[in-house]
C-alpha cells in the first residue's frame, strides 16, 4: 500500500501551480481510481483543519469596531420573506397575550434597545415582532445572539430593512400593528465623518418609509422613536429641557435625529399620525453596543491596551448624563402605554393628532474619567490613560438631562447609578465572552479530535 501511495504522492507534488498548464498524463484506471480514493480522506482532512482554523479565529476575535469603507458597511438587501409558514411566524409573534395589551413592530430589534424593549413588551403579554438588517456596523455575533435570545422568549425577528417598502407593506398587511417602536437607526456620534450616507439612509431615509407604510396602513398605527441626546448639539444651558434650541448640531448624526424631530412634525400634521419621540441620553448596559466607550473601554483595559480620554479645552472636563437600559426600557414602555391613537387613516388625516418629544437621561451627568475608575475598581485593572484634546468629530463637552416632563407624563423615574450599572454591564461582559471562548475552544476541541481520528484511520492504510 504504502508503495503505491509513493508515487502517487510524488506526482501531487509536481503539479504545476497553474492549473492551465498542467499537462495531462495518461494512466490506468486503476491508479486513477486509487488516486481519487486516497486523495479525498486527505483533503477532507485539510479542509476540516482549514474550517476548524477559521472558526476559532473568527470567535476568539473581539467586538469589532465600526468598519471604515462604506462598500463593506452593509447590505441593505432584505433576505427572503413571505409564504404561508412566515406569514404564520408573523401572526403569531404580533399576536397580543394579555387582556388589552398593545401589537408593537420593534424595528432594530436585535439592537442594544431593541433587544430590551422586545423582551419586556412580551414579558408583559404584548404581541411583538421585531425587525433587523443586521448590518455590519459592528459585530453582527452579538446581534444574533441579542436575536437568539428574544427568540426563545417568542419574538420572531424578521431580517429586513427599514428601507424595503414592500417588506413594510407587507409587515402591515399580515399584522394590524397598534404601534410601532422604531429603534432601527445608525447610531454613533464619532462614525458619522467617516460614513455620511449611513446616516442618512437610516435616520433620514429609513425613517420616511417607515412613516409612509404608517400613513397608509389602516389602522394607522401609534409610533415612538428613538431621537437623541446630541440634538441639544451645542446647548450650553443646562440642565437640557425639551424647550431648549435644537438648530445648532455639531455632528451629522444629530442633524439626522434632529431632521427626524422635523419629519415627525410633519407627518403627524398632514396624516394624523400619533407620534412620541425619546432623546436618549447616552443608554448603557449588558448586551451594549461595542462602539461605545464604556464598552471599548472595558475591552481595552482588560487587554492592557491604551485608552483614550477626552477633555475640552483648558482641561475642562467631559461628561456624559449615563442612563441605564433598564431605565431607558421603562421609558419606552410608558410612552407605549401613553399614546393615543393615531386619527387617520388610509393616508387621510381626521383630526389632530398627539405629537410629543421626551428626554430620558439620567440627571447625573458623570466625567468620563470617573467612568474609567469606575471600571477599574470593578474589572481590578488598571488602565493605560492617555488623556487627549476632544477631536473636533461630533462630540460635545457635556450633557445633562432635565426629566421634569418624561416624570410628569410618563411617571419616568430612572434608579440606576452608573456604578451598579456598569456593575451588571461588567459582569455581564465577563460571562458573554468567555461563554464565547469555551464555546469555541470546545469546536476547536471537538474539530482537534475528529482530525486525530482522521489521521490515525489514515496512517492504517
Ligand atoms: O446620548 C446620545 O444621544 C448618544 O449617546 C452615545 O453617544 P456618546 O454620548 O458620544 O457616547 P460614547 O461614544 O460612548 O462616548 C461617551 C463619552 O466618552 C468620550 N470618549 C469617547 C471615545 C474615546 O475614545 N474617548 C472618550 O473620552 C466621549 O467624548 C463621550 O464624552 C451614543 O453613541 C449615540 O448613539 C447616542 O445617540
Redesign the pocket.
Known amino acids: 500500500m504504502t508503495q503505491l501511495l509513493k508515487p502517487m504522492v510524488s506526482h501531487i507534488d509536481n503539479i504545476p501551480s497553474t492549473p492551465g498548464k498542467l499537462k495531462t498524463e495518461k494512466s490506468s484506471p486503476y491508479i486513477s481510481r486509487l488516486r481519487l480514493h486516497y486523495s479525498l480522506p486527505k483533503l477532507t482532512m485539510w479542509s476540516f483543519l482549514f474550517l476548524a482554523l477559521i472558526l476559532f479565529f473568527v470567535l476568539l476575535s473581539p467586538p469589532s469596531s465600526p468598519p471604515t469603507n462604506q462598500s463593506s458597511r452593509r447590505s441593505l438587501q432584505t433576505t427572503s420573506w413571505g409564504g404561508p409558514v412566515w406569514e404564520r411566524r408573523v401572526r403569531s409573534s404580533a399576536r397580543v397575550r394579555s387582556g388589552n395589551g398593545l401589537s408593537v413592530l420593534v424595528t432594530g430589534a436585535a439592537g442594544f434597545v431593541g433587544m430590551h424593549v422586545s423582551s419586556m413588551l412580551k414579558r408583559r403579554g404584548d404581541g411583538v415582532l421585531g425587525l433587523d438588517n443586521f448590518n455590519n456596523y459592528y459585530d453582527i455575533g452579538l446581534k444574533r445572539s441579542r436575536k437568539a435570545l428574544i427568540e426563545r422568549a417568542g419574538v420572531f425577528v424578521v431580517e429586513g430593512d427599514i428601507n424595503d417598502p414592500a417588506l413594510l407593506r407587507k409587515l402591515f398587511d399580515v399584522v394590524a400593528f397598534t404601534h410601532v417602536m422604531h429603534l432601527a437607526a445608525q447610531?454613533?456620534?464619532?462614525y458619522a465623518m467617516q460614513n455620511p450616507s449611513s446616516y442618512v439612509n437610516s435616520n433620514i431615509a429609513g425613517f420616511v418609509n417607515l412613516l409612509e407604510v404608517c400613513k397608509s396602513a389602516n389602522p394607522q398605527p401609534a409610533i415612538v422613536w428613538a431621537s437623541?441626546?446630541?440634538v441639544y448639539g451645542l446647548n450650553s444651558k443646562v440642565p437640557f429641557s425639551e424647550k431648549d434650541r435644537t438648530d445648532h448640531p455639531a455632528s451629522l448624526?444629530a442633524a439626522t435625529?434632529k431632521a427626524g424631530e422635523e419629519i415627525a412634525h410633519t407627518y403627524n400634521h398632514i396624516y394624523g399620525l400619533s407620534i412620541t419621540g425619546l432623546?436618549?441620553?447616552?443608554?448603557?448596559g449588558p448586551w451594549g453596543?461595542p462602539?461605545?466607550?464604556?464598552?471599548?473601554f472595558t475591552k481595552d483595559i482588560l487587554k492592557g491596551n491604551p485608552?483614550?480620554?477626552?477633555e475640552a479645552a483648558n482641561h475642562g472636563t467631559?461628561?456624559?448624563d449615563f442612563t441605564y437600559i433598564d431605565d431607558v426600557v421603562k421609558g419606552c414602555l410608558a410612552a407605549l402605554d401613553t399614546a393615543k391613537k393615531s386619527t387617520g387613516s388610509g393616508g387621510k388625516k381626521k383630526g389632530s393628532a398627539q405629537l410629543r418629544i421626551f428626554n430620558l437621561g439620567n440627571t447625573s451627568p458623570v466625567p468620563?474619567s470617573k467612568?474609567v475608575s469606575i471600571l477599574e475598581k470593578l474589572l481590578k485593572v488598571k488602565a493605560r490613560r492617555r488623556v487627549l484634546p476632544?477631536p473636533r468629530n461630533g462630540?460635545v463637552q457635556f450633557?445633562h438631562a432635565n426629566i421634569s416632563l418624561a416624570q410628569k407624563e410618563l411617571g419616568y423615574k430612572p434608579s440606576t447609578d452608573l456604578e451598579t450599572g456598569l456593575k451588571n454591564f461588567v459582569k455581564w461582559y465577563l460571562s458573554y465572552y468567555d461563554s464565547k471562548k469555551s464555546a469555541c475552544y470546545r469546536v476547536y476541541n471537538s474539530q482537534q479530535r475528529s482530525l486525530e481520528i482522521l489521521s490515525n484511520d489514515l496512517k492504517g492504510i
Do not use: C, H, N, P
Open positions: 447610531a454613533g456620534v464619532r437623541s441626546s446630541s448624526y435625529k432623546r436618549f441620553f447616552t443608554v448603557y453596543r462602539d461605545m466607550a464604556y464598552f471599548f485608552i483614550t480620554i477626552f467631559v461628561a456624559r468620563v467612568l476632544m462630540d450633557t
